[in-house]
């Protein structure tokens, strides 16, 4: 089995910054991406950012050129640095992890219980 674990999520003001973690743990062969997903109270559940296996990443336009995602050393540790956040940034952040348990195994997907950043003055 696998654990997904975020971290970090606060009361920020505008225009002020965060950083939220993401730590999978477990039976862990690989991990193919890892992304930080949010949702808002009514929404579905949007893709924020990715990060893959070999450090390629992607962002959303809403946050693209605010939001930094990033790799800690140990590959299986995610960072999602936010900066300028807007009140509409408020949301549940959730981290999933594409795990593969083993080398002949697909990969299934892993999910955290979420993280709340509420940006508000």
């Known amino acids: 089995q696998v654990q997904v674990v975020e971290s970090g999520g606060e009361l920020v003001q505008p225009g002020g910054s965060l950083t939220l973690s993401c730590a999978a743990s477990?039976?862990?062969?690989?991990?193919?991406?890892m992304d930080w997903y949010r949702q808002t109270p009514g929404k579905q559940r949007e893709l924020a950012a990715t990060?893959?296996?070999?450090?390629?990443?992607n962002y959303a336009d809403s946050v693209k050129g605010r939001f930094a995602i990033s790799r800690g050393n140990d590959k299986n540790t995610v960072y999602l640095q936010m900066n300028s956040l807007v009140p509409e940034d408020t949301a549940v952040y959730y981290c999933?992890?594409?795990?593969?348990?083993?080398?002949?195994?697909?990969?299934?997907?892993?999910w955290g219980k979420g993280t709340l950043v509420t940006v508000s003055s």
């Open positions: 990060i893959t296996n070999d450090g390629s990443t």
């Open positions: 999933k992890a594409v795990v593969y348990g083993s080398s002949i195994s697909v990969a299934r997907d892993y």
């Open positions: 477990g039976r862990i062969f690989s991990i193919r991406t």
